[in-house]
Nanobody
Framework: QVQLVESGGGLVQAGGSLRLSCVTS????????MGWYRQAPGQQRELVAS???????NYADSVKGRFTISRDNGKSTVYLQMDDLKFEDTAVYYC???????????WGQGTQVTVSS
């Protein structure tokens, strides 16, 4: 059974920091590209950051320089360090394990991040 369990969300003031974690089980974590997505009310889910199996990272323009994605293959966990948070970062944040052919991708249940202005 595949599980992706996010934690670390919460309420923070603008300019503050949060660190999200996503612990996975039931997948071969080390070979998967992992990503963090977010969805604000009334908006589409968007990619925030991703990290490949060999550590290459990609960020949305809106978070470059403020967010850092990392992974610990030994713990099957991906992290998202979020610094200098802004009101517009408020959203539900989801962890994603990208599909590996011929399988499928997987999603966590989401964790709420609320930034007060």
């Amino acid at each position: 059974q595949v599980q992706l369990v996010e934690s670390g969300g919460g309420l923070v003031q603008a300019g503050g920091s949060l660190r999200l974690s996503c612990v996975t089980s039931g997948i071969i974590f080390s070979i998967r590209t992992m990503g963090w997505y977010r969805q604000a009310p009334g908006q589409q889910r968007e990619l925030v950051a991703s990290i490949t199996s060999n550590g290459n990272t990609n960020y949305a323009d809106s978070v470059k320089g403020r967010f850092t994605i990392s992974r610990d293959n030994g713990k099957s966990t991906v992290y998202l360090q979020m610094d200098d948070l802004k009101f517009e970062d408020t959203a539900v944040y989801y962890c994603n394990a990208a599909k590996v052919f011929p399988g499928r991708d997987y999603w966590g249940q989401g964790t709420q991040v609320t930034v007060s202005s």
